[in-house]
């Protein structure tokens, strides 16, 4: 039993100084302009995650700093897509991305990008605190592109030592359906009406 818990279950020094929230808003271009407003919406703690790969990066700098004080205002966790050591010269909660991005670099929240049981193995060995599996559903930011359907999102899950985050077509009513219990989005929380997120888990 012990050695399973320590092959599946990578171990953190110094522990994590922030809860994993249940749901997470995952910026992007198209929805800018919602942005400020859907932070506002969602539950207290929820997580926000800037992308922004469109901007130049001192305007990209400038607008993460502007939403990450609206989200902070609502007591949401801050996570930057970069390496772990921008993630802490931008005061952010933690890092976004692919596996490899995230090793190394100082202890802060990792949120690792997989795809695929090769990417959730590296996210283990890359010290991920957490994994976002996708796409879950068909999503229009990749139309026409396979999806992981709800029974194999639920058996890749279930390999992950960490906790899993489903993405791709998400929102609050495919979540409940699929008995998932965090999740994140992009159209699916900025155009949500208010209200209609269901409680954390």
Not at 20 to 31: A, F, K, Q, T
Not at 45 to 56: D, M, N
Not at 157 to 166: E, H, T
């Amino acid at each position: 039993m012990g050695r399973c818990y320590s092959d599946c279950v990578p171990i953190r020094y110094p522990p994590l100084s922030v809860n994993l929230p249940d749901i997470w808003l995952i910026s992007d271009e198209r929805i800018d302009a919602q942005l400020p407003q859907a932070l506002s919406r969602l539950p207290r703690g929820s997580g926000f995650v800037f992308r922004h790969y469109h901007l130049p990066p001192a305007h990209r700098r400038t607008r993460f700093e502007e939403l990450a004080r609206i989200a902070r205002r609502y007591g949401h966790v801050v996570v930057l897509s970069g390496t772990p050591r921008e993630a802490g010269r931008w005061q952010a909660h933690g890092a976004y991305g692919a596996p490899r991005r995230l090793a190394g670099g100082p202890a802060t929240l990792r949120l690792a990008t997989v795809h695929s049981l090769r990417e959730l193995a590296q996210a283990s060995r890359t010290r991920a605190d957490a994994v976002l599996l996708s796409p879950v559903f068909p999503t229009r930011s990749h139309p026409g592109a396979s999806h992981l359907g709800q029974v194999r999102f639920h058996l890749m899950a279930a390999r992950s030592g960490v906790p899993v985050i489903a993405l791709g077509g998400m929102n609050a009513h495919r979540a409940r359906s699929a008995r998932i219990g965090k999740w994140a989005a992009i159209q699916g929380l900025a155009k949500s009406p208010t209200k209609s997120f269901p409680i954390h888990s």
